[in-house]
């Protein structure tokens, strides 16, 4: 399913969360944070989550990932339709991320708590795996391949100076090149400035 889409920045999350603990009428809620580097990493992730207490009745998760047309997939694995996956990606939209996956481990105490309780239990135990996370917000990015004569590269050089372009790699050579990044935002600019020096040629990659 599809997700509401994002500018050039976005929040996500620096690195696993702590593991968090939710009870309600003797049923334990374990929650798990994970930043996603793709959509493929979930798996594993889970099948991490699920080791972790293999006494758990049910594994409930929602992720989120991409950034200009991210997208998710909820899971109540089991419990009734809606009252778990659903309401952790509430969490997710809540906390305006993306490229995470939010896990709930369920170990049952005896006692039905009926689809409110269940709603709220896996609400909250999200929420609580979330603030238990370090939140940050990172920059996409544009990059391109510049290349010059040694009459251009002063020139080069300074426009990536002033303009605070990050140099990720140079080869000078018999000619010169570099790899640069911008914030995306600004690549069409940056693209145009580099296009008007003669004796320079730019490539987007």
């Not at 995470?100 to 609580?128: D, F, H, N, S």
């Amino acid at each position: 399913m599809k997700a509401p889409g994002h500018n050039d920045t976005y929040k996500t999350l620096a690195g696993p969360g702590r593991e968090v603990l939710y009870k309600d009428r003797n049923s334990k809620f374990y929650g798990y944070a994970f930043p996603l580097a793709h959509e493929d990493a979930a798996s594993p992730l889970l099948e991490e989550v699920r080791k972790r207490h293999r006494k758990a009745s049910h594994l409930c998760y929602a992720w989120q990932w991409g950034l200009e047309e991210p997208y998710y997939r909820v899971n109540d694995d089991g419990e009734p339709t809606h009252s778990a996956g659903m309401p952790i990606y509430g969490q997710i939209q809540a906390f305006g991320l993306t490229n995470v996956l939010v896990a709930v481990l369920r170990i049952y105490g005896g006692t039905k708590l009926g689809v409110g309780g269940l709603i709220q239990a896996y609400r909250e135990t999200g929420k609580m795996a979330l603030e238990a996370s370090e939140i940050v917000t990172r920059t996409l990015k544009g990059e391109f391949l510049v290349h010059c004569g040694y009459p251009q590269l002063n020139t080069v050089l300074r426009l990536v100076k002033v303009h605070n372009m990050e140099l990720l790699q140079q080869e000078l050579q018999e000619s010169c090149t570099f790899h640069i990044a911008v914030r995306l935002q600004n690549a069409e600019k940056t693209e145009t400035l580099f296009q008007n020096i003669q004796g320079v040629r730019v490539v987007r990659v």
